[in-house]
């Protein structure tokens, strides 16, 4: 079993910057790929960017790349993911995933084995 914790959400103004965490326990995350994913009220959950578990591969959705970067810290069994030039249609609860034994990447929610419990985040206009 995996527990993910995410933290770092919070209300910011368009323009800035937030840093997410998902903290893993239970197991090691060493060799489990990584998700970030969000939803927005009245919409499906969406893939945001997804690590490999060296951390060498990423892959982002078009709409927060150059904007967000991913990464991780096995050694703390965290994952990242920083957020800047954050805009109003980025407001979503965002969760961390991740994937059992898994060397690739991987962008569908439905391929995820274990999920933290969401962290909103809200940037204002």
């Known amino acids: 079993q995996v527990q993910l914790v995410e933290s770092g959400g919070g209300l910011v103004q368009a323009g800035g910057s937030l840093r997410l965490s998902c903290a893993a326990s239970?197991?090691?995350?060493?060799?489990?790929?990584m998700g970030w994913f969000r939803q927005a009220p009245g919409k499906e959950r969406e893939f945001v960017v997804a690590i490999n578990w060296s951390g060498g591969s990423t892959t982002y959705a078009d709409s927060v790349k150059g904007r967000f970067t991913i990464s991780r810290d096995n050694a703390k069994n965290t994952v990242y993911l920083q957020m800047n030039s954050l805009k109003p249609e980025d407001t979503a609860v965002y969760y961390c995933?991740?994937?059992?034994?898994?060397?690739?990447?991987?962008?569908?929610?439905?391929?995820?084995?274990?999920w933290g419990q969401g962290t909103q985040v809200t940037v204002s206009s």
């Open positions: 995933a991740s994937k059992l034994h898994a060397m690739g990447l991987w962008v569908k929610p439905d391929e995820y084995d274990y």
């Open positions: 239970g197991r090691t995350l060493g060799r489990y790929a």
